[in-house]
Structure formats: C-alpha cells, structure tokens
C-alpha cells in the first residue's frame, strides 16, 4: 500500500498458507485508489495500529491490508461469513457472491466512460473482451445520449 502515490501494488498471491508469485506478468499490477477509498484505508490502518498495540506479542505483520485479529490471513469462511452480513444489512439477496463485485466495479466504470483498456489492466485481464464480454453488463440508462453524442460528432442532427 503505498499512500503517498495513490494506489495498491499487487505483486503477491496467497496460495493455501503460502505466498507465491501472481498467476501471470497481468496479475502483478498498480490500481489506483480513490481519495475516498484512501481515507478509508488510512483510518483502517490507524484503528489497525491500535490493535496491534494491544495485541502486542500476538500480532505478527504479514503486510495485509485486511488481516485475522492477529495478523494472519483472513480465512475464505469468515470472509463469505462478513460478505453475507453485509448484504444483509444492505437488504441485498443473499445470492450475490463476492466475486460479483469485479463485475459491478467494470461495469460502474465502462459506465462511467473510464477507458476500456484500463479497466481490462485493472482486472488484469490478458484479453480486453473478456473485459468487455464477460465483467461489462448494460444497466437501465447506459444507452442515453447515443443519439446526441452522434450529432455531436457529426456536427449535425441525425435525421432518421
């Protein structure tokens, strides 16, 4: 985590209970993080700091950003177990799976006009149509503007 510049690096995977490199060069990449995300990250931390300090000799640091009471790797159950609350609480059905958020983050941002290609990088997807096809979905409101943005273009209305 670096805050100073902004973004996350991953250039680790866990595998079981041990690090290994990332499946592929994609997989080992920078995401940019958001001023709101960074405040988030920077409070967690500090609350993080706090607890270590009353975990003194429990606590060993394996550099997570979200780690166990003690440091260690937050196992698979809990976090499904945390992730069910949640959606719960936010009256979401409770058959959304975590792994549907790499669709809601493509999708909120090809929505939002953020470049394909960049979100292809951010997935660390090799292939910009497994982006496009797969993690992109068309919500209610994405097709406005079609019409204008070709007049725009053209400098001139479409007649149909």
Wanted: proline share 4%; with cysteine; net charge positive.
């Amino acid at each position: 985590m670096d805050f100073g510049k902004g973004g996350l690096q991953l250039n680790r995977a866990l595998a079981g209970k041990n690090f290994t490199a990332p499946k592929t060069k994609r997989s080992r990449r920078r995401i940019d993080l958001s001023a709101a995300s960074i405040a988030a990250l920077k409070a967690h931390r500090k609350r993080q700091l706090e607890e270590w300090m009353q975990r003194a000799g429990l606590w060993r640091d394996y550099g997570f950003v979200l780690p166990s009471t003690v440091g260690t790797p937050l196992s698979h159950r809990n976090v499904v177990r945390a992730f069910k609350d949640l959606l719960e609480r936010a009256g979401l059905p409770q058959s959304t799976h975590l792994y549907n958020l790499r669709h809601t983050c493509a999708t909120l941002l090809l929505g939002g006009n953020v470049h394909p290609k960049y979100v292809q990088q951010l997935l660390g997807h090799a292939s910009i149509a497994l982006t496009l096809d797969t993690y992109s979905h068309v919500l209610k409101g994405m097709d406005g503007g079609i019409g204008g943005a070709l007049d725009e273009a053209l400098g001139q209305p479409v007649i149909v």
